[in-house]
């Protein structure tokens, strides 16, 4: 049961420039969270939102989140190469679950 | 360290050839859960347990057992591998529900042959 999708799905860009990414859902949620995923490693948490938020930061990164449209978008201040990697955004289902989307790769060039 | 431990990190085995993969965590968390990645598909939640003792059927249950005797171990078992169920899979717990932060592990890349 797929929930999120995130748009683009693939990005390129350079070094110093922004990177946005967003996401869609389909039905009601508590919260949305975003993770990065390195080539075949482990998902790490980047930020969680929840539902009554509309915008939230952590560091380089900022995430929106407007429920009317259910929907999401991630960006990523000043990459940097070590941005490199595949991000996914999560909702949550009934606590049971996360349900991941499919992703965006993101390429970073120096 | 905080972390989720998978083991084997990766395994080739046969089809029908019973295996089992190994999740731990030392964060006392609650909830646990596996799921598969795969190529065009994403992440899928296998099975997840909110408790001891307590576990539960995810998207794609098919072919997979758990179970959950310890708060700190999640194993995953394939009683008869077949070849697709070749993928990454990853274990993941959060300190209460399926709602939280979750803390992954590195992964266990299985090839059934």
């Known amino acids: 049961s797929q929930q999120g999708e995130e748009d683009p799905q693939a990005l390129s860009i350079q070094e110093g420039e922004n990177a946005t990414m967003n996401c869609s859902y389909k039905t009601s949620i508590n919260n949305l969270q975003w993770y990065r995923q390195n080539s075949g490693r482990g998902l790490v948490h980047l930020i969680l939102i929840r539902s009554n938020e509309r915008e939230k930061h952590s560091g380089r990164l900022r995430v929106t989140l407007d429920t009317s449209k259910k929907s999401s978008s991630l960006l990523i201040t000043a990459s940097r190469a070590a941005d490199t990697a595949s991000y996914f955004c999560?909702?949550?289902?009934?606590?049971?679950?996360?349900?991941f989307g499919k992703g965006t790769t993101l390429s970073v060039s120096s | 360290e905080a972390q989720v431990t998978q083991n084997p990190r990766y395994l080739i085995t046969v089809t029908g050839k019973k295996l089992t993969v190994t999740c731990s965590q030392n964060?006392?968390?609650?909830?646990m859960s596996w799921y598969r990645q795969d190529p065009g598909l994403g992440l899928r939640q296998i099975y997840y347990s909110m408790n001891v003792e307590v576990t539960d059927k995810g998207d794609v249950p098919e072919g997979y057992k758990v179970s959950r005797k310890e708060k700190r171990n999640f194993p995953l078992i394939l009683e008869s591998p077949s070849p697709n169920q070749t993928s990454l899979y990853f274990c993941?717990?959060?300190?209460?529900?399926?709602?939280?932060?979750?803390?992954f592990g590195p992964g266990t890349r299985l090839t059934v042959t």
């Open positions: 999560a909702t949550d289902q009934a606590g049971t679950a996360l349900i």
């Open positions: 964060m006392n968390h609650e909830y």
């Open positions: 993941a717990s959060s300190p209460f529900s399926g709602s939280d932060e979750q803390y």
